[in-house]
């Protein structure tokens, strides 16, 4: 086990303030990515402010994944720079590095449990990776995730195969929040639940945001996501962020391919709605 006793003291290097006066909690700078000859990302640039709430969206295909995947290093990329709190990946120590991944949440949209495990060992994965706890501690811990996230506590020692939709992305949450992370990555995370459960799982992450000072990176496609919870919105196009801003900066952009989608058939009775 990774000796991390001083994290926090190696994260020591503050992360910028933009123009906005806001932290910029991760920066990333002309990332590219190619596959072969096929560009996915050509000179992307996003900022993530620390607090907000940022929908990622595009079109099927348009790197929306690959971006998450360059961001987290599970994948190389050819070119740019990547600074979460202050802490380039490239040139960071061990210990540094070590110190950020334990900064991060992340719910995979299709990673979301281990099934031989129950929803507490789940959830308790992280801090067996990462801390050298009793497991009394552990427990305690993992109980208050499950509280946390607005899952009963007998759901503690039900396995995945025994849970809803709604509860797996829960219990996902939980285990995403398991070191109170200050950025989680949300993958999708209401896609393939039924519209109720979308908006609890939304109002939740909202509620988190609002408690915890939680900042959140959702790729969604999920447009009642985008126009309730989101803050901000990134629009994924020719290999960049081909237009970001609110949703009625959204709603009054000419970009073809966010005209149709935030105007199209779907999106027009959300506007009435709001
Ligand atoms: N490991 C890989 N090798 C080759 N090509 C890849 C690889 N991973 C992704 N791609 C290609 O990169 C492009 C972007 O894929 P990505 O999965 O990021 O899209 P996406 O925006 O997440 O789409 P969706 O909304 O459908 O999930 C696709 O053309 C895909 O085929």
Redesign the pocket.
Known sequence: MADVSHNHHELSGAAGKGTNGRECILEARDISVA??S?Q?LDKLDLDIWRGEILGFV??????????LRTILQL?SRQGGTIKILGVDYDTATPQQRIALDMRLGVLFQHGALFSALTVLENIQVPMREYLDLPKTLMDELALLKIELVGLRPETADLYPSELSGGMIKRAALARALALDPDLVFLD?PTSGLDPISAAEFDELISKLRDTLGLTVYM?T?DLDSLFSVCDRIAV?GNRKIAVEGTIEDMLASNEPWVKSYFRGKRARSLVREK
Do not use: P, R, Y
């Open positions: 596959f072969g096929h996915v595009g079109a099927s295909g348009a790197g929306k994944s690959v971006l994948s999708e790729v496609h994924l």
